[in-house]
């Protein structure tokens, strides 16, 4: 079998590892830098190590920022008194991209998972049951995942928030807007029906 | 509308520089480095570096390399009487992954295409000529893009090499192996009845 030089091969290894990239996608993004122009592997080369390496996550909400408190914890125009709690930087993402959300995040880094010994000290929980306690939040919208994890967590903080007297709703799950019945799964259509409500 | 870092902005832009890559997969691409061992990305963002500076081009065949002449121009088991003609070095890590073909390579960087002005001064065209001027190549196979850059490319390399007695093959088109004749397109089709062999 053909070697490619080793520095090639370490370029598509590193790219293989990242999410959804497989062995041919990373042959072929590791080529097309080593044939595009220097200065776009360069930039590439050094955007990662400087994210890396300026990127922290906000002391307040855990979302990922490069400065503490975060742009969102620290904009006085935004409603401090409703937090959204997701698994993931990407879902904080997700939903600031929406535009409708006016208060603040809180990321858990990850759900509850008694296989993989996730337990409640492994996520950010501690830090916000502490935000909670300090009195000014009057809700916590639960977006974890739909998933068993995600929906354990969100179980999970039902309770823990729910006894020290804040309202804790969770995103509603159903079929996607625009989305035709014949698209959608099983659990979805179960969770659409069960989560109905009057016209 | 919301932005995020902009350390972060500037990994999903050079993400998205990448063929293939668009903005929400860019996005995923940033924050799973954000969120992973930091030794990952570092990995990353040195193999980006040490590939583009340590990998040339081989001063023989044009293929990309880390030593010069590369592995398979300094092979002498492989058959240095037979060049395979390809337009990027993809090319030739498809056929050497094939495992059939023991020949040489001679990467061209491109294909002709007065469009956009590249000649055949802007390839490596001189130097395969003068390959094989040097008189030990007997067969020279055109294994360019079955694109109409590549077939211009693949008849004006047939006729300088032929004017210097040395034989031209093109390699075949036609249906995948694998492949039923429904999912062929027309001009697949064309060309692989054009191209019938005898049973």
Do not use: W
Not at 76 to 85: F, M, P
Not at 115 to 130: A, K, N, Q, T, Y
Not at 136 to 165: D, F
């Amino acid at each position: 079998m053909f070697n490619q030089a080793p520095p090639v091969e370490r370029l598509v290894e590193a790219f293989r590892r990242l999410p959804g990239i497989g062995k041919r996608t990373a042959e072929r993004l590791a080529l097309h830098l080593l044939s595009a122009p220097a200065e776009e592997a360069r930039a590439l080369s050094a955007a990662v190590r400087e994210a890396r390496d300026r990127i922290t996550t906000c002391g307040v909400c855990c979302n990922l920022t490069d400065v503490d408190p975060c742009a969102i914890c620290a904009d006085e125009r935004r409603d401090h008194s409703t937090l959204c709690v997701v698994e993931r930087p990407a879902g904080a993402l997700a939903i600031e991209k929406g535009g409708t959300y006016r208060g603040l995040y809180h990321v858990l880094h990850g759900a509850l998972s008694p296989m993989e010994g996730v337990g409640p000290s492994e996520l950010r929980i501690d830090r916000l049951l502490r935000r909670i306690e300090e009195g000014s939040i009057r809700e916590v919208i639960v977006a974890t995942n739909a998933t068993s994890e995600g929906e354990a967590t969100a179980l999970y903080l039902s309770r823990e928030i729910g006894a020290r007297g804040v309202a804790v709703t969770r995103i509603a799950h159903g079929v996607p807007m625009g989305g035709g019945l014949e698209f959608a799964d099983d659990a979805t259509l179960a969770h659409a029906l069960q989560g109905r409500t009057r016209l």
